[in-house]
Every structure is written in C-alpha cells, then in structure tokens.
C-alpha cells in the first residue's frame, strides 16, 4: 500500500455539472499531482501542487482546477463537465526534497460522465 | 510534441520466456526515464528508473532497464518471467518539467501463462 488514499472510489455524472476528488497525500510528503488516465491509454498529467500552489500544468482548460491544504492533501475540480472527461483519476504524491523521482500513486477515482 | 511511445500492446509470455518491452521518447534534452508496473486489483508502483550514471539500472523483482541515449530508448528486460509477472507496463519520462510531470506511454499488458 502507497498510503495514497483518494475518494469517492467512482462517480457517475451529467454533461456540464461539477465533481470534486479528493486524495491524502502519503505521511512526510509535500507535493500532489493529479493524472487524468482514459481507457486504453496511459496517464496523462493535469497539474503538480507544492505548498499549495499550482507548480506545474498539463494542456488542459482551465476548467480544471485544484487545491492544496496545509495538511497537503488535495482536491481536483472539474467545472462543466464533458464526455470526455469520463476517465479514472489518479492522484500522486511525492517529497520535494530529496527528490528521488518516485510518485507513490492512489489507487484513483473513475468519473462516468453521461 | 514530447511523447513517450510503447511498441507493444500486449505481450503473452510462457513462464521462464525472456522479456523486452521498447520504449521510445521524443526529446531531445536531458531527461529523467521510469518503468512503473500496475499488477491486476492494485494501484501504479515504480519498478525502476534512471536519472544519471550507469545505464543498465536494475530495479525490483529482477527487472532492469537499459538508456540508450543514441536512440532515445529505454527497453525493460528480464531474462525469465514468472506467472505473478502478469501487469501492465508503463514506461514514463520526465522531460524538464516540474517533478511530478511524467509523460506515460500507453502501456503494455504482459500476460504470462503458467
């Protein structure tokens, strides 16, 4: 186990509503990345957050957003949703310092879109 | 564009069969290489990665990887497969961006037959 813990576990929603995931960052690690990972294909980056702030962007709209607590778990937002955005949703965390490279990923949130 | 290509889809293996999987990358600076490993039920882990140094990098449960910088490969091996080898495959780069920014490959699903 990663200790990489994110929720809900899936989800179903409609075009153009709004979803909110949350993951909990493994103990003694200060940096979140979220990964956006479609069927059949491999994970695809969205944004890093250190110290809550956005500390790196994929190319995706900025209907996308995400957040960063003190305690650094952290929070994906997605705004008017799409089809295609039907996906699972995986979160990373890693320590900035010593930077070994290694992501310990959550097991993700699948998001149905309909 | 930067893009991380995996030449296989999937791979069936008898137990005790060599194991090579290609991993290509487009980029033409200095980058940070990983194989991560996603068994069936469990979450993405790291099984190896290079930054600098010796290019045949080994990692866990008897795989290795080695960095062709001439031909921006990355190709992970093992010499005998077993049956609890069965996974998908990621091959992931970092190319100069933020830590957490990996670009994945598509994936390669091993299936061993006992």
């Known amino acids: 186990e990663t200790g990489v813990t994110q929720s809900p576990t899936h989800l179903i929603k409609t075009r153009g509503q709004q979803v909110t995931l949350r993951c909990s960052s493994q103990s003694g690690h200060n940096t979140v990345s979220w990964y956006q990972q479609a069927l059949g294909q491999g994970p695809q980056f969205i944004f890093q957050y250190y110290r809550e702030e956005e500390n790196g962007r994929g190319n995706f709209p900025p209907r996308f957003s995400g957040l960063q607590f003190p305690n650094y778990s952290s929070e994906l937002n997605v705004n008017a949703l799409e089809l295609d955005d039907s996906a699972l949703y995986l979160c990373?965390?890693?320590?900035?310092?010593?930077?070994?490279?290694?992501?310990?990923f959550g097991e993700g949130s699948r998001l149905t879109v309909l | 564009a930067q893009s991380v290509s995996q030449h296989n889809h999937h791979v069936i293996l008898s137990e005790a069969a060599s194991l090579e999987l290609g991993c290509n990358y487009s980029?033409?600076?200095?980058?940070?290489l990983f194989w991560y490993v996603q068994y069936p039920g469990q979450h993405l882990q790291l099984l190896l990665k290079?930054?600098?140094?010796?290019?045949l990098v080994k990692g866990i449960k008897g795989f290795e990887a080695e960095f062709i910088k001439s031909k921006f490969s990355f190709n992970l091996r093992k010499p005998s497969v077993q049956w609890s080898d069965t996974a998908e495959y990621f091959c992931?780069?970092?190319?100069?961006?933020?830590?957490?920014?990996?670009?994945f490959g598509k994936g390669t699903k091993l299936s061993v037959k006992p």
């Open positions: 290079y930054f600098s140094g010796d290019p």
């Open positions: 992931a780069v970092n190319m100069g961006g933020s830590q957490g920014n990996l670009i």
């Open positions: 990373a965390s890693s320590q900035k310092s010593p930077n070994t490279g290694e992501l310990f």
């Open positions: 980029y033409g600076g200095t980058v940070n």
